[in-house]
Every structure is written in C-alpha cells, then in structure tokens.
C-alpha cells in the first residue's frame, strides 16, 4: 500500500523535531508545547511550509527558524538548506481554499520597471544620503533588515528612481526574482477589475508570489476601502514570509488621512527615510548628469549658467530638467552661433521662471533653509505636513519671510511649500504679522533671520 502524502509529511515533522530534541538543539519543554501541535503542510525541493497553532507559536518557531532548517538539512539529507515558511492554521485554511485557483502570470503584471534608473546614476547628497544608503540595503538584502522600507519625500526629489533601482538591483542579480512595481491608483484599477470579474482570490494569489512588491504614492489609496483590505493581505503575506515591500509616498505614514490605522502602524513598523530637495552642490552634479544622458557635454554651457539653474531650480530634479530644456530651446532660436551657451543666453531664457529677487538674490529655497537650520529642523520638516508647534512656527516664518522679501504671489509660495493653497499661505502671513505686533522676543527672531539672509 502506498504511503500517503500527510503520513509521509508527519513523519518527516517527527524526525526533524526528534533530531533538534535529540541534539539538544531546543528544549524538551519548547518541543512538547509548540512543535508536537505544527506539522509540514507543503513540502517542496525549495521550501517547507510549516502549519502552527497561533500567532504565539508562529512568533516562537520563527525564532527557530535557522535551527529547524538545520534539522531538515540532516533528516532529509540536503546538499543546501530550503526555505522555512510558518503559517497559522486559519491562513493555511484560506490557503487551502485557494490552492485551486489558477491564474495566468499574463493576467496580472507589474507596471513598467525603467531600465536606465539605476543606482549608479542617482546621485547622492545630504539630501538624500540616507535613503539612498536604505535603498541599497534592501536591495543587497530584500525582506533581511528594513521591511517595510517606506520613502518620503515632495515630487521629484528622486523616490521613484530609488524604487526603480532597487528593482534593477534585484532582478541583475537574481533574474528568477519575481518584482512588481505599481503606483497606489494602478493598484486600485487592478482591484476594481478583479473584483468585476470575479478573479480578486486570483490576484491575491498571484501576490502572494512575489519576490520584491513596490508601491509609489502610496498616499492615493487613502480613502479606497477594499483596496485598504485587499493591499492589507497582500502585505501580511509578503512581510511574513521574508519578502521585501518597498513604500514611496510624498508624506510620512501618520500624515496619510484617509489611511487605517493597522497600514500606519505596520508601515511605521519598518524604515523611514525622507528625501529633501537638493543643496546646491547636489543639484549642480544632478543637472550636469542630466546633460550628459541627453548627449551634451558639460561645456555646452557657461559655468556660471549652470551655476545660476542649479541654484534657481533646485526644488527637483524636474525642475531641473525643465529649466535646462527651456535653456536649450532659447538657445536654439537666440543663439545660432553653434557656441556653449552663454550665461546671458541662460538668464534671458529663464528670467520668468525663475523665483529670485533681482536686488537681494534670495530664493524660497534659500529662505526655507535658513529658518530650517535656526530652529534645528530638516527643510523636509519645515514644507511637511506636520502640526507640531515649532515645525508649524517656523513654516509661518518661512511663509511670511517668502512674502515679504520675495514679494512672489500666494499661489507661487504655496508651491514652494508643497502645494499649499493661497488662503493657507495668507493666513500664515497674518499670523506672524500679529505676533510680530505682541511678542517683542518674537521680532526679535525675525530680525535676527533677516539679518543672516543679509538683508
């Protein structure tokens, strides 16, 4: 009579946990309470999936992880460990259920991963020294050190290209690894359509796959309920089971309205890292690299003019990019003698564009830091979201401080401060004109920041 497949599973569970108790690996005590009720639901050339009680046995035996792969590296005599996988009961049950589910890997696919964003071509500031390091981190390891990683940060500072290396990291030096990048309102479409047609088991299924999940402005699934419950078991699965979620959004997670509390709290769960918009430095080798990947040289243009961009249009890299364009547009009408494009040339071409007062030669950038370095803030803190009292005051002061030396509109601050309406932008005005009016030491304070702007 043929052995069946669960007594053959049983008595390979039995001899892995004889082995650790008979080795003396784990503790009788440990082995009566939390192995003798788990048993191997799947076993397979690359891994063991391992059924357990509850969430307390789940938490124990994946403590053990490294010693019971051990143990089926000796029962079952393996040349190289296989991958240990721990369920609870009800998960396996839900598993069961789907086993019979069958989907094409067609059916559902990843939005496009670019090629040509690596991390040899981001280029690393303070700025964005720390999620650069993380994002390398992730993608030397996926799922060992910072899951999820989640990156912060205005439009255009560099999150997605981070996203894209990662991928392209991975899939280099793995190509079996299954990556899939999608942007939060995709990941809804994708829903909305499986749940018409009746395949939201499927793709949940086709999820549970994946190697490398990445997800950019995550802050657009706010508000989307069954998307919440859906991306919810998708990174339950994924997380527990060691592979790597990566989270792009341009806020940090507990500034997300509209977001539950269990997705805040297990994305906080993880790394953080914010991206702040370039220093000057950071932003001269960005556009020089940029130039180069359009097939100039860096002497098509003046140095100076290079300078005056990368000064004027450092709020991102598309800023950048779109001033450099413009330039290069100017100069093709203006400039027809086939020379480096002049400074003159570079002044005339963005003189409406660019937010600079032509007597004192501030910009809302450099304001915002100056404010930002006397309060001991991040320039990300002070354009964020964030409520606190010394982050709102010292965003108030920037604003008002814009207003008044720039003399820029309402809206135009508002953009700078990321995308706030002009009413807010007022209202900010007015608050510290008043307290100007009542608070001598908070005059003080402003004065003492004009001065550092020299002005």
């Not at 939201?200 to 069954?226: C, P, Y």
């Not at 564009?353 to 002070?382: C, E, F, H, N």
């Amino acid at each position: 009579m043929p052995i069946k497949k669960d007594q053959y599973l049983n008595d390979i569970w039995d001899q892995v946990t004889q082995y650790l108790l008979t080795n003396k690996t784990i503790e009788p005590e440990m082995i009566s309470s939390f192995f003798q009720t788990s048993y191997i639901y799947e076993l397979t050339e690359e891994h063991a999936i391992i059924s357990v009680e509850n969430v307390i046995h789940l938490q124990v035996l994946r403590s053990l992880v490294d010693k019971i792969a051990d143990a089926f590296i000796h029962v079952l005599d393996l040349s190289a460990p296989i991958e240990i996988r721990m369920m609870q009961k009800s998960d396996i049950k839900a598993l069961s259920e789907q086993n019979g589910i069958k989907y094409d890997e067609n059916e559902f696919h990843s939005m496009n991963i670019q090629k040509d964003r690596t991390f040899e071509n981001f280029v690393v500031g303070d700025c964005n020294r720390e999620s650069q390091a993380a994002a390398l981190a992730c993608a030397l390891n996926p799922g060992k050190f910072f899951n999820p990683l989640f990156i912060y940060g205005n439009s255009g500072l560099g999150k997605t290209h981070l996203m894209m290396a990662i991928a392209n990291y991975v899939l280099k030096t793995d190509p079996t690894k299954k990556v899939y990048y999608t942007e939060s309102l995709k990941f809804v479409e994708t829903v909305v359509n499986a749940i018409r047609d009746n395949r939201i088991e499927a793709f949940k299924r086709f999820m549970f796959s994946i190697d490398l999940l990445l997800v950019d402005d995550i802050q657009f699934l706010a508000g989307k309920e069954k998307s919440h419950e859906v991306f919810f078991t998708i990174y339950n699965e994924l997380v527990n089971n060691g592979k790597q979620v990566c989270i792009a959004s341009d806020r940090q997670p507990r500034e997300i309205k509209g977001l539950e509390d269990r997705l805040i709290s297990r994305f906080s769960s993880g790394l953080s890292v914010g991206i702040d918009s370039p220093e000057f430095e950071t932003s001269l080798a960005i556009l020089q690299m940029k130039i180069k990947q359009n097939g100039y040289g860096i002497d098509d243009c003046d140095e100076e003019g290079l300078a005056y961009i990368a000064s004027n249009f450092s709020g991102n890299v598309r800023d950048l990019e779109g001033a450099w364009n413009r330039v290069l547009f100017y100069a093709i009408q203006f400039q027809p003698d086939g020379r480096s494009i002049r400074f003159e040339t570079v002044m005339n071409a963005l003189k409406s564009q660019a937010v600079v007062s032509d007597k004192t030669g501030l910009s809302p950038k450099k304001i915002i830091k100056t404010v930002a370095d006397y309060y001991g803030l991040t320039r990300q803190q002070v354009t964020s979201k964030t409520r606190t009292k010394n982050i709102s005051s010292a965003r108030h002061i920037s604003i008002y401080l814009c207003r008044k030396l720039l003399n820029i509109s309402y809206i135009k601050i508002g953009e700078e401060f990321g995308g706030r309406d002009h009413s807010t932008i007022m209202s900010a005005c007015t608050k510290v004109e008043k307290q100007i009016k009542k608070d001598p030491l908070f005059e003080k304070v402003i004065k003492d920041l004009e001065q550092q702007l020299n002005v």
